[in-house]
């Protein structure tokens, strides 16, 4: 199985700060990946799709570069409704696999 | 507007079966992709599952042995059947919609998700 291993584990930010997220793979995936957000007691939802693409309606602060094994999401101004949990997850192999999710905080 | 509603036990004894059924509404189950993904308490997702649309299937491995998906076409939804269970087990469980086109796979569409505890 290809392992997924997001850093960090939780972050906490102020409003309007950069946030970055990042996201290893055991091996090379090209552009497979996917970012998921989930809010406090909800189901995730995409965010990002094949690395950098913005799934539609996805505020344009959110953003995905990387390829190969390293990956990162930032957040460009973080907003108090960005809280919640994010998901990096690849689909170059089955099984699919999710990163373990990094926890993102207000101060 | 599409959606998807798990629904289940909700409390399951150690080494019996779960069964779980995702009811599919405002689209036809017959035209996509479908997938179970759980997640244990304060964990990550883990990829149960997926059943095409052609009835074929793909299991994550390490459930292989214990897990059977199959859908009705007939009422429209998708069902898991986990047998064996262990307090391992328990977690929220979700179905969800795979959008696969050209080289992009990801879940586009996901159910609200269903605790499943496994206690005696």
């Known amino acids: 199985d290809i392992q997924m291993t997001q850093s960090p584990s939780s972050l906490s930010a102020s409003v309007g700060d950069r946030v970055t997220i990042t996201c290893q793979a055991s091996?090379?995936?090209?552009?497979?990946l996917n970012w998921y957000q989930q809010k406090p007691g909800e189901a995730p939802n995409l965010l990002i799709y094949d690395a950098s693409n913005l799934e539609t309606g996805v505020p344009s602060r959110f953003s995905g570069t990387g390829s190969g094994t390293d990956f990162t999401l930032a957040i460009s101004s973080l907003q108090p409704e960005d809280i919640g949990t994010y998901h990096c997850q690849q689909y170059h192999d089955l099984p699919l696999t999710f990163g373990g999710g990094t926890k993102v905080e207000m101060k | 507007q599409v959606q998807l509603r798990e629904s289940g036990p909700g409390l399951v004894k150690p080494s019996e079966t779960l069964s779980l059924t995702c009811a599919v509404s405002?689209?036809?189950?017959?035209?996509?992709?479908w997938s179970w993904i759980r997640q244990p308490a304060g964990k990550g997702l883990e990829w149960i599952g997926r059943l095409y649309s052609t009835g074929d299937t793909n299991y994550n491995p390490s459930l292989q042995s214990r897990l059977t998906m199959s859908v009705d076409t007939a009422n429209n939804h998708f069902s898991l059947k986990l047998t064996s269970l262990t307090a391992a087990d328990t977690a929220v469980y979700y179905c969800?919609?795979?959008?696969?086109?050209?080289?992009?796979?990801?879940?586009?569409?996901w159910g609200r998700g269903t605790l499943v505890i496994v206690s005696s």
């Open positions: 969800a919609r795979d959008h696969i086109e050209g080289d992009y796979w990801y879940f586009d569409l």
């Open positions: 405002g689209a036809s189950i017959k035209t996509d992709n």
């Open positions: 091996h090379d995936i090209g552009k497979y």
